[in-house]
């Protein structure tokens, strides 16, 4: 299997600082603060928006893994193949896809 083909391309945002007040802060502070949160608030929905893409382009690529794997493996019309997928996610994706492909490997041997 070719692991490069299954890495997100899509850059995660940088995340957002929220601006912070202290309570004891004078009227300056408490403008520039203003002016802040307002910046903060509309940088907010364009963050959202890219982590939606970012999460999107991550389980397009998991589904595509996930076909080659069964197509690989010759097990792609075999009605337990969710089940195998289950157990080899649950095991591997920590580490990895991998990780994922060497218990996918394993234990597809149950399957015939």
Not at 65 to 92: I, T
């Amino acid at each position: 299997m070719e692991f490069e083909k299954y890495k997100n391309k899509v850059k995660y945002p940088d995340t957002l600082r929220k601006p912070y007040l202290s309570s004891q802060h004078t009227c300056e502070e408490a403008q520039q603060y203003a002016r802040d949160f307002k910046a903060y608030e509309a940088q907010l929905s364009k963050y959202r928006e890219e982590r939606v893409k970012y999460a999107q382009e991550e389980n397009r690529l998991r589904e595509l893994f996930k076909r080659d794997a069964f197509e690989k493996l010759g097990v792609q019309d075999h009605p337990k193949k969710e089940v195998l997928w289950y157990l080899a996610w649950e095991d591997g994706h920590s580490s990895g896809l991998l990780e994922v492909w060497i218990y996918l490997n394993r234990y597809s041997e149950l399957l015939v």
